[in-house]
């Protein structure tokens, strides 16, 4: 029989203690890097490089950089790491020109917030000044200018607030490309319909309609006008049904007048 190797404990004492040195010299350096790296973490959140340094803002129109910094409450003193993103986004978007607002980090140090303005559906006029006004019936009575941009329909007689509003509601429903087809829009409210407009076309047709559902009938007015003559004139009705009213030859005359006066002043 082949005899076995024996070897006695104390020869294996010595490796056996160098094995559990190394052990613990692993576990410390472990322990060690923990703490150095938890240092780090608060010397670096408690120094000016965990601070806000650039404010990127986009999407905005009518309002500035400095009043959407404002409202958001930031400055270069704040820390990127306390961001309350919620209540940053609910304080932009109380106003009432903004549709919705995104906030996002962009490491190390910037802040970036998208906004989504309301769009501009049309201008009412104030001594001889034009004031945008957006889709929520709100009038940017800080934007007056003395000429139209031509974007955007004016909204002439709206004596009631509320009217005023739901026009607005729905122009912001209409595709631009048919927004941009109205010159005019008249609030001729009747005893018998208060939702009743007038509109003056920028292709020289009237529209006779109302403010309930105007978005969804007015979206047939393209179509309406494909179909007729070239040089037709007349009112395009879109209240109950849609259909064509050509002018009479005196409204015609009546009208070229009234376009003749307007050139002469």
Do not use: C
């Not at 009546?254 to 050139?263: C, I, L, M, P, V």
């Amino acid at each position: 029989m082949s005899q076995k190797k024996i070897v006695s404990i104390e020869d294996r004492i010595p490796k056996l203690k160098q094995a559990r040195k190394k052990k613990a010299n692993r576990r410390l350096v472990f322990y060690l890097s923990i703490f150095f790296l938890l240092i780090s973490i608060i010397a670096y959140l408690q120094s000016p490089l965990s601070e806000v340094k650039t404010i990127t803002i986009k999407g905005n129109t009518f309002l500035s950089d400095n009043e959407i910094e404002e409202l958001s409450g930031l400055t270069t003193n704040t820390n990127i790491w306390s961001l309350n993103k919620k209540a940053i986004r609910e304080e932009i978007a109380a106003n009432p020109i903004v549709d919705s607002v995104e906030v996002s980090r962009q490491l190390p140090r910037t802040v970036k917030i998208e906004i989504k303005e309301l769009s501009r559906v049309g201008y009412v006029t104030q001594e001889s000044s034009y004031y945008p006004v957006l889709g929520n019936g709100t009038v940017l009575h800080d934007a007056g200018q003395k000429l139209s941009n031509g974007d955007a329909p004016l909204l002439l007689d709206f004596k009631e607030e509320e009217y005023l509003h739901r026009m607005t509601a729905e122009l912001e429903k209409l595709p631009t490309s048919i927004l941009k087809l109205i010159s005019e829009i008249y609030w001729v409210p009747t005893d018998d319909n208060k939702n009743k407009l007038m509109l003056y076309m920028n292709d020289g047709f009237m529209v006779d309609g109302t403010i309930r559902d105007f978005a969804e009938k007015m979206s047939v007015y393209p179509s309406i006008v494909s179909q007729l003559e070239e040089g037709s004139k007349g009112i395009i009705h879109i209240g109950v049904g849609a259909y064509f009213e050509a002018f009479t030859d005196s409204e015609s005359q009546e009208n070229s007048g009234e376009d003749s006066e307007d050139t002469t002043d």
